[in-house]
């Protein structure tokens, strides 16, 4: 049995949260109260970070099917509070 790839974030505030991922298909979900953005960036060898999906909308969002490399990835909440985040690995072979 494989362990599984993703990322998770329970009742944070706004904030920048940094962590590594192992690359394929993900499907994502957020839950937060209040209004802002929470972008899904990837980092570069220089540490820079490029946007890879955006949440924009009021309180909740869910998208699958998002193609990432392997790399480091970072998660930014501007305004909203009382956030939740799961970002997952979808497994393709049987």
Do not use: C
């Amino acid at each position: 049995m494989r362990a599984i790839d993703g990322y998770q974030l329970a009742n944070k505030a706004a904030g920048t949260y940094t962590f590594e991922l192992k690359g394929g298909m993900y499907a994502w979900a957020t839950s937060s109260t209040g209004s802002g953005t929470i972008d899904l960036k990837m980092l570069d060898a220089a540490g820079t970070a490029h946007a890879v999906a955006t949440q924009i909308t009021a309180t909740a969002g869910f998208q699958t099917g998002i193609y990432l490399p392997p790399g480091q990835y970072e998660i930014v909440i501007a305004t909203f509070t009382a956030n939740y985040v799961v970002l997952t690995r979808v497994p393709l072979e049987a």
